[in-house]
């Protein structure tokens, strides 16, 4: 390698824009005159003008504001819910056409309020999505109210058969909610504490044992008002 082939890198940052050059300087050049290449070096962004870049966006800007602050209505307190909904089975219904098959889905969702009303809806629709908001819509319109004593607990045991399904419900006080399956859905979002549910069929069809609770406690609360009646009748006498 000869003095002619020899030449000088230097790199300079520009405080103002943060901007690294790389110049190339050939000391054989004439003295005063040096013959420089200057180019950006590869692989490092170039950075704005902080100046420009306040005008635009940062704590001051007037296009985004300041970065921490809230926009209108962020601090509002989300509303929670009236009814708790929890989704008990999923099924994807095929129907065999003339032009093919059709995909639908089936979903069963269990609402309640947690303080007494409880309902089991059904949808179907061709997305999971739609079939979930109308089996909600379905549960809420079918909602009943279970009679309930001081302590959130049904006040004696009922029995009941919907379909194949056939289901015990009776209060445990101190063990707490003693259920499965979809029963367990049906007294957790009825608010009722303290019970023992027993399926006495063998049947696994989570709708079918949903809607054997909801009988159950439907028979709970008609047998609590003839009871009461009963009671009332007494005392006017």
Request: hydrophobic share 35%; aromatic share 2%; net charge positive.
């Amino acid at each position: 390698m000869t003095a002619k082939d020899t030449k000088i890198h230097t790199e300079t940052t520009i405080p103002a824009t943060g901007v690294v050059t790389e110049t190339i300087i050939d000391p054989t050049a004439a003295a005063g005159m040096p013959t420089s290449d200057s180019k950006i070096t590869p692989g490092r962004k170039m950075r704005g003008d902080p100046a420009r870049r306040g005008s635009h966006s940062g704590p001051t800007g007037a296009r985004g504001g300041s970065r921490g602050g809230s926009r209108e209505g962020g601090n509002r307190e989300r509303v929670k819910p009236e009814f708790d909904s929890k989704i008990i089975d999923i099924r994807r219904v095929t129907r065999v056409t003339t032009g093919g098959r059709r995909m639908n889905f089936s979903v069963a969702v269990v609402a309640g309020d947690r303080k007494g009303r409880v309902g089991v809806g059904l949808g179907k629709s061709i997305d999971t999505a739609s079939a979930v908001d109308k089996a909600t819509r379905a549960a809420k319109k079918n909602l009943i109210k279970v009679p309930l004593s001081a302590q959130m607990t049904i006040p004696h045991a009922v029995e009941a058969k919907y379909a194949s399904a056939r289901i015990m419900i009776f209060p445990a006080r101190g063990r707490g909610v003693v259920a499965g399956s979809s029963a367990r859905a049906v007294i957790e979002l009825a608010g009722i504490k303290d019970v023992c549910a027993k399926f006495l069929s063998g049947s696994k069809n989570r709708l079918n044992n949903a809607r054997a609770a909801i009988v159950a406690l439907q028979k709970l609360s008609k047998v609590n008002r003839a009871t009461l009646n009963v009671h009332k009748e007494r005392s006017v006498k």
